[in-house]
């Protein structure tokens, strides 16, 4: 009986599952190149424990003809490279489930009446090629035959990933790839097994990245030169992208010994003239809620990229959720303005992360890019960025000897001059200030300060927020409302449910909350919404904001983002 | 430079009536002038606390920031632009209290700035608690019983971290306290100046008197370079010492050793990304 | 032509004016107890700059033949006790201000064709009873008299007062006090001043005391053993009275190096079984706020007094403001439930400080009491606290060999166990953990622990509210709503504007939102809030949970409290 | 106590095979088995890392709280009940780096605790980033070029704010390390180990060689009571001792002399209000 892999769908759904510290990122990195080299969409995530070694993590790497950029629960092709993989994963096998492996390493964990399993002796495959370690290797060779890659083209892609190797193992490489190569063609041949996805060679100019580095990226797109954190998960990528970087491109980038000394540096280093953003979870920017108010009540720029995880307090490290709106919402104390963005994919991660450093210089507060570790760890084939649209909007001044940091103006923003550029003097103050920047205790002065501060300037970023994106139908009946890293995942649902009643409305700019946001609901005779929480914290936004309650509340919070599956039943029950 | 370029004219200065904190004010004013300090490359960086108030009190460019994070903005403040002078100067509290992590390690990163801490022993502008530095025994509203935390030595923590330049000095004594100043703004690296003061409203131990009385010079022949030696001194009690404890001038600031200043010399407000550079960056994620 | 300093009106208001550090403080604790010994009611508040020495800061004292508890702008009696003091309150004076200083202090900042001055030469009086520092019991003298108290009262006050003090020092005191009592005798005498107030000797059996005072009786009373805390203005006060009573009580206090460790040093001491609480403001909590998601997690019950000041950053040090609510609503990463408390007297202060630990240890969540400067520096005259609903409900269990810290309840409290207390293992922990405490990162004990900890601890916190206090007839057409600290004013504005269908509903828990808010904004025609800060953050809270938009906001950011004429005018003109 | 009191039976140890982390707790339990440590008066508390997961590995009360916040909760623990035998135990990063400053404040607390810290020199959990204590020139994929801060020396820093016990640990040695531990834990006050533990993972400079070539032992007539000497040990490079540094049995725990215990010796939970004392209290507020 012939199994189907792809079963007149677009995509297959392969998921690798191991143990930490086995080399599954490796099979993914190749996997991932090899397929969108060949010209694949290709779409993978990984979720994984907080540990180095051992445990049981998986990736799920889709391979399509179209484009493809979420998570299902669905796996056509399973690869388990240790004996707790099956387990790991049973929820989410089907009878139409493809195991192959090799049963050296799964002993009993597979069951031949249970699984649909087809052996292929990696660990042999790879001692034959030089040794164990090969075995990744040989799993890439099965995957890139039944994906119909030409086995040269594999070959390539090993020499270039592994050039800074010796001959000799990249040679071992291609042959242990080689020989599973053969294996799983001949199972292809023989019609046991059947793939039907189409190759696009326009896919070759995409890029295949990250949120991660598509955080990165905007923020050196954005001027950003200067960087202090401290490492924490999901978010250290972002600061070991920027220190990779710092030589090539003169950027200042410093690990501190705490998340205050980071977000203190940062506002520091902003006053002297850099571009400077921290990058941190929700515990970790917890620690730096006093020098977001410090930031605020200067009227320093400032960007602070939040990656989400699971709390309260260390909750679940490596994994996912949207919990923390609230928390960048109302951190800090007192009263000020501030601005949430919250991207849901590579193409916004770095067109707002570009965008947080130019609206944070021109309006002197703190901007916000809120991501997940479900968007920074996913890895994505995208078009190429549009680079065209960079501007690295500078809105400092040089100051005359009367220069005045706090000088009251029609619209609430004062010209920002920096030390020692100019003749004046630059005096910022965490106290009340005057407009010299002054300690004032005049209750005079402070209402004018707060009239210009937090009143003025946020009439003025209420005025230039980014609107809501809708996919499908302005004609819809139900509205389907999702923000940042779940995009994707109701994207890909909607098209599932295929009904032009339904449409789905994408927020990536979360605060102050687009204006459109109220008539697009209004005209919806259902609402329905997807969050990565428990309290529904957008939906709370929006109902306080427009006065709208939605309707319906979906919320998942165990760790893993929505699957595609998941998004699509619970709206389906729905409408 | 002339003093008076320095002076804010007639201004309501929050002090009490013979604050130690005015002696320092002065001298640091004569430091400033005495070196010939361009107004405009100077920053002077503080944090919360009446020593804190410092920088409202003379004309330069400032940044007042929160209590104990005076160190982490100054750092920043150099990183970003090399070419200003830049002095952290707050409280006991402020700089070995609440910031003491920034204390570590900011000493650990021996960045080029100049660290002034006015040590009165208490916590002044809150009314009169314990600060790290207070003396065993010192009574206050909270510390009914006394103080029972081992004093806060800055000096022999300094030297235990490899500071490049430790120094103790006394507001009263304005020609030495000047010098300290000078060499210590001089300083390649992060210098410590940790200054006696008298807070004469809420210490009511230790006064003008007792640290004139309790203080003395290291001697002219001391040798600061002497690591074990300047330990030893900063662990004196009793009588303590006042002068240039330790200083090593083979580490080089964090500043100079930075990625972001191998190929680049100019402040990080002069730089626009390159973009040649980021099409490539981005153009790498093709293959 | 005679000055009457209570024109029909039940109490005179007296402001004290100088310098920090000139004793006004003193002349208040005198005068207010002795006319509290007298038989007056007596309320008094302070404001006053961010330093130790000069400047300018007044202080209120409000003597009535009527309970009062409210600022008011109105002064009938300035004491001005420096130059400067007459120019810091001239915005509040009036034809009607009597004026009564000394010449040689006053010099040329007293204009007798604008000012309504009467000398008394205090200075004099004070050198010729034996030194400049006897000033200040002059000026009390002086005002026993116009309050038509005996001279012996005051010389009885004085001697318990002072009694630490020599007999020398005791007797210059009376000296002064007398000669100036005299002066002002003959004022009245002559018929120049009048003044009408009744004295009530059953007010000797009231207490005298402030906010900040209040808050630490109540955590006593609710077995508060442990406060870790670092000082910040205004909630130090609380420190320094449990540290004061340390001994003997039997309460560790600890002056923490900073926030962080207070926190953490509270959550550590619930832990081994002790009632603990921090004390701090907006900026001191903002540190905390990474512990508060720890104490979340753990389910540690915590007790968080923040005395609210004007922010962002350092802001006004010394003054007030209640723009800290949705910091406390929302601080923390990650969701999980809480409780806030806001007093609006001492006597909710004291008894909602007690509930607080109550609270906290039922449940297992943190619970605010949050206050503000106003509040905790204002004193007042109060019947004497009721005990007799002070109970120290203690929930902690004795472990057996089973115990398991988060066994799964019917109602999601787990019974809590300490270390050392039975057989049993107690273990908590940070990351997301199964019943026994152990580090999990399986999804369904994930869910499982987040029904527990967040969704079901909801709905049982929801069930014990307490309800808000409406002050006036049942019947409003107009309903204004208050919280916290501005209760008294607020009050005492509905008792000027004396009308039936304005009614005052005073919010003393503020989350969960009581359920009755919605039935009482229901039903009023016209709904009005009173907020000390600019964004009306509880009527957001309000339109939040209840859906009703409060029509109008008044706000007041300025660094003062309330003055009763402010909300009068305000209301007035809206009804 | 039979060790096996000590077993959870057949765990998941999240732990690299090979890791230092495995020698600890061995030594841990050996320790705590041999002193016959009744289990429910230890409480184990620790941050987050990887050493930080030791609790979760024996059967012990433990209060495995915040990162950098150990030494806080533990400090508490013991004064709200004296009768608890307490160990922090954490990360070189979590106990130096984010904990810094409460470092340096517990030891001046001298609260009676034992602070042991897994010094891997590098940030494990997070995946490779310097630690306080990294070497200079330790090249990780934040700090590209190599480690400039100069390391933390977390001895000589104990020693300069007057730690009362002092010492350095490898946990490669089982036998000697395990009376180190025996003695912090019996030394009445704070006791910092800081044990030199290799991560296989991170860690290619510090290696099980590279600590075996690097460490010796002090001398057995060395005194642990000098100051100064001990300091001067403290500072050494090149090639590590490792023992007792230093000891000083002078100073009283915080908790000996506080307030709260000058009447009471009951721990916290066994109190209730004082229902006479507060009615009185309150009464005085009618004068
Ligand atoms: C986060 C935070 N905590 C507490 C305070 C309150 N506070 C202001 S100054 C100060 C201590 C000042 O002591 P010190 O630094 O020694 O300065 P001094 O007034 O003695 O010159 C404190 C605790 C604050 N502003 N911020
Ligand atoms: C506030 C906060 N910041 C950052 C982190 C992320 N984090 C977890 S463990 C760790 C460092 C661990 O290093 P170390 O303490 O040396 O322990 P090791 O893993 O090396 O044993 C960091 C930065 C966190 N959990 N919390
Ligand atoms: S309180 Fe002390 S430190 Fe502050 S100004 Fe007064 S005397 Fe100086
Ligand atoms: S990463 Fe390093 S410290 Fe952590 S378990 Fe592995 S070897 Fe040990
Ligand atoms: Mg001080
Ligand atoms: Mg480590």
Redesign the pocket.
């Known amino acids: 009986m012939a199994v189907s892999l792809t079963k007149g769908r677009a995509d297959v759904s392969i998921v690798l599952c191991g143990q930490a510290g086995q080399g599954i990122q490796t099979v993914d990195s190749l996997l991932s190149g090899i397929c969108k080299r060949t010209g694949y969409n290709v779409f993978s995530t990984q979720e994984f424990m907080s540990r180095i070694r051992g445990g049981a993590n998986s990736t799920q790497i889709r391979v399509s003809s179209k484009p493809v950029s979420a998570f299902v629960r669905r796996i056509d092709l399973l690869i388990p490279m240790s004996k707790n993989a099956i387990e790991h994963v049973e929820n989410r096998l089907s009878d139409d489930t493809l195991i192959v492996g090799d049963k050296v390493t799964l002993g009993d964990s597979v069951d031949q009446n249970k699984h649909n399993f087809i052996e292929i002796p990696f660990t042999e495959i790879a001692e034959e090629a030089g040794g164990k370690i090969y075995a990744n290797t040989a799993a890439v060779g099965a995957l890139a035959a039944l994906l119909k890659i030409e086995l040269s083209d594999v070959n390539e892609f090993l020499a270039g990933f592994f050039k800074s190797k010796s001959s000799e193992i990249i040679d071992n490489n291609k042959k242990a790839a080689a020989a599973a190569y053969e294996k799983s063609k001949a199972l292809l041949d023989s019609g046991d097994i059947e793939l039907e996805l189409k190759k696009d060679q326009s896919l070759k100019e995409q890029l295949l990245l990250g949120g991660a580095e598509a955080v990165s990226i905007g923020a050196i797109a954005g001027g950003c030169n200067f960087a202090s954190s401290?490492?924490?998960?999901p978010s250290t990528a972002v600061l070991t992208f920027l220190a990779q970087k710092a030589e090539q491109f003169g950027l200042i980038v410093e690990q501190a010994e705490?998340?205050i000394a980071a977000m203190n540096m940062s506002i520091g280093a902003w006053y002297a003239g850099a571009r400077a953003m921290v990058t941190?979870?929700g515990?970790?920017f917890?620690?730096m809620t006093e020098g977001l108010s410090l930031a605020a009540m200067i009227e320093s720029p400032m960007v602070i990229h939040i990656g989400q995880r699971p709390g309260p307090a260390?909750g679940l490290?490596t994994r996912t959720e949207q919990a923390d709106l609230n928390l960048a919402l109302y951190a800090g104390h007192g009263e000020f303005p501030r601005v949430i963005y919250a991207p849901g994919n590579p193409q916004d991660a770095m067109s707002l992360t570009h965008k947080a450093f130019n609206i944070a210089d021109k309006y002197q507060v703190p901007v916000f890019v809120l991501t997940d570790q479900f968007l920074l760890d996913s890895r994505y084939t995208i078009p190429e960025f549009d680079l065209s649209e960079v501007k690295n909007e500078k809105h400092l001044v040089k100051t005359d000897k009367d220069y005045l940091r706090y000088a009251l103006t029609e619209d609430g923003v004062s010209p920002r001059g920096i030390p020692g550029y100019g003749e004046g003097l630059v005096d910022v103050d965490s106290d009340e200030h005057d407009a010299a920047g002054h300690i004032t205790e005049s209750m005079e002065v402070r209402n004018r300060m707060m009239q210009k501060r937090l009143i003025k300037k946020t009439e003025l970023i209420r005025n230039e927020t980014i609107a809501p994106e809708l996919v499908g139908s302005d004609d819809y009946k139900t509205l389907v409302i999702c923000w940042g890293s779940t995009y994707h995942a109701a994207k890909e649902a909607m098209e599932l449910l295929g009904r032009d009643d339904v449409a789905l409305l994408y927020f990536k700019q979360l605060w102050p909350l687009p204006e459109q946001a109220a008539d697009y609901l209004k005209k919806a005779e259902q609402t329905i919404i997807i969050e990565g929480n428990a309290t529904s914290q957008f939906a709370q936004l929006i109902k306080l904001e427009t006065g709208i309650s939605i309707e319906h509340r979906i919320n998942k919070y165990d760790g893993l983002s929505f699957f595609v599956e998941e998004i699509y039943e619970a709206v389906n029950n729905l409408i | 430079m002339d003093i008076k370029e320095l002076e804010l004219g007639d201004i309501d200065i929050a002090w009490c009536p013979g604050c130690g904190n005015f002696g320092i004010l002065k001298i640091l004013k004569q430091t400033l002038s005495e070196i010939e300090m361009p107004l405009s490359e100077l920053v002077m960086v503080s944090g919360i606390g009446q020593a804190a108030k410092i920088p409202q009190y003379l004309r330069c460019n400032y940044f007042n920031g929160l209590h104990g994070r005076a160190l982490s903005a100054a750092t920043a403040i150099k990183f970003a632009n090399r070419s200003l002078t830049v002095i952290a100067e707050s409280g006991d509290g402020d700089m070995y209290g609440e910031g003491g992590n920034h204390f570590i390690h900011t000493i650990r990163r021996n960045p080029d700035i100049t660290n002034i801490v006015h040590n009165n022993m208490v916590y002044g502008l809150t009314k009169g608690q314990a600060s790290p530095t207070s003396k065993l025994q010192f009574k206050t509203p909270v510390q009914v019983g006394g103080v029972v935390l081992d004093p806060f030595n800055p000096l022999a923590v300094a030297i235990a971290l490899n500071a490049t330049f430790v120094a103790r000095a006394f507001s009263g004594h304005i020609e030495q306290t000047k010098e300290i100043f000078k060499q210590a703004i001089r300083h390649k690296g992060y210098a410590l100046v940790d200054v006696f003061q008298p807070c004469v409203t809420f210490n009511k131990l230790n006064t003008y008197k007792w640290f004139k009385d309790n203080t003395y010079y290291l001697e002219d022949d001391y040798d600061p370079t002497d690591r074990q030696a300047a330990f030893k001194r900063a662990c004196e009690e009793g009588k303590y010492p006042l002068g240039v404890f330790y200083t090593d001038d083979s580490r080089r600031p964090w500043e100079d050793m930075a990625d972001g200043y191998k190929h680049d010399d100019r402040p990080l407000y002069q730089r626009e990304p390159d973009m040649t550079q980021l099409k490539q960056l981005i153009a790498s994620y093709r293959d």
């Not at chain 1, 401290?230 to 998960?233: D, E, G, R």
């Open positions: 401290y490492p924490m998960s705490d998340e941190t979870s515990g970790g917890a620690l260390t490290p």
